[in-house]
């Protein structure tokens, strides 16, 4: 079983959707998650960092924790072909260096 | 503030060649240093990773290796580059000494072996 699974996608939403991206994780030593976006031919970028469960939100985007269900979200409101990237989770654990990255899903958001 | 330089953008090698992609950060000391692959579509893969001069950690056993002769300096390299080397390679960097830190990636090295 993978630490992290992340469902590829594609995700084809209409521009103005409510996007709602999912990672899964089975180690519960896991208390710092990320969200990245990368686009085509580009390095990831980060978009949201949390620690411990919770909601963040950030303009547009909410990043969603549920430690209890190993369950990471990540909201996009009023979605934009200008969010159209691969986005991917990453979590870490306590005094750990390394983190540990979903496969990512990609997003199309259509005019 | 901090800035990740990453050279060549692209390249394409032969079967055989010897490779060295460089990364340096600006901004910043004694970073955590990370080397990624990502082959197309699939997510990335941590090659070595490195918490000060001359400390290098690998992750998988492979074709390539990994040096850090300078504090914001690390090298990606190889003796002789296999078609599987092939993929958008990753450096990144993280602030040491803080727990759960996140990591700041480069523009990528795409490389293509023929």
């Known amino acids: 079983q993978k630490e992290v699974e992340q469902d590829p996608g594609p995700l084809s939403v209409p521009e103005g959707a409510i996007v709602s991206l999912n990672c899964t994780y089975s180690?519960?030593?896991?208390?710092?998650f990320m969200w990245y976006r990368q686009y085509s031919r580009k390095g990831p970028e980060l978009l949201m960092y949390?620690?411990?469960?919770g909601n963040k939100e950030d303009g547009r985007f909410t990043a969603q924790v549920d430690k209890s269900s190993k369950y990471i979200s990540l909201f996009i409101r009023d979605s934009q072909p200008s969010d159209s990237a691969t986005y991917l989770c990453?979590?870490?654990?306590?005094?750990?260096?390394?983190?540990?990255f979903g496969a990512g899903t990609r997003l199309a958001v259509h005019p | 503030s901090q800035t990740i330089h990453q050279w060549p953008a692209t390249l394409v090698q032969p079967v055989g060649s010897p490779l060295s992609l460089e990364c340096t950060v600006e901004?910043?000391?004694?970073?955590?240093l990370y080397w990624y692959r990502q082959a197309a579509g699939r997510g990335l893969q941590l090659l070595f990773y490195?918490?000060?001069?001359?400390?290098i950690s690998s992750e998988v056993p492979q074709n390539l290796s990994a040096s850090r002769p300078q504090d914001r300096q690390f090298i990606l390299s190889s003796k002789k580059l296999l078609l599987s080397d092939s993929g958008f390679y990753l450096c990144?960097?993280?602030?040491?000494?803080?727990?759960?830190?996140?990591?700041?990636f480069g523009p990528g090295t795409r490389l293509t072996v023929l």
């Open positions: 901004g910043t000391s004694n970073p955590n």
């Open positions: 990144a960097w993280s602030v040491a000494g803080i727990t759960g830190s996140e990591q700041f």
């Open positions: 180690n519960s030593a896991f208390q710092y």
């Open positions: 490195s918490v000060g001069i001359g400390q």
């Open positions: 949390t620690y411990s469960s």
């Open positions: 990453a979590l870490n654990r306590k005094g750990y260096n390394k983190l540990i």
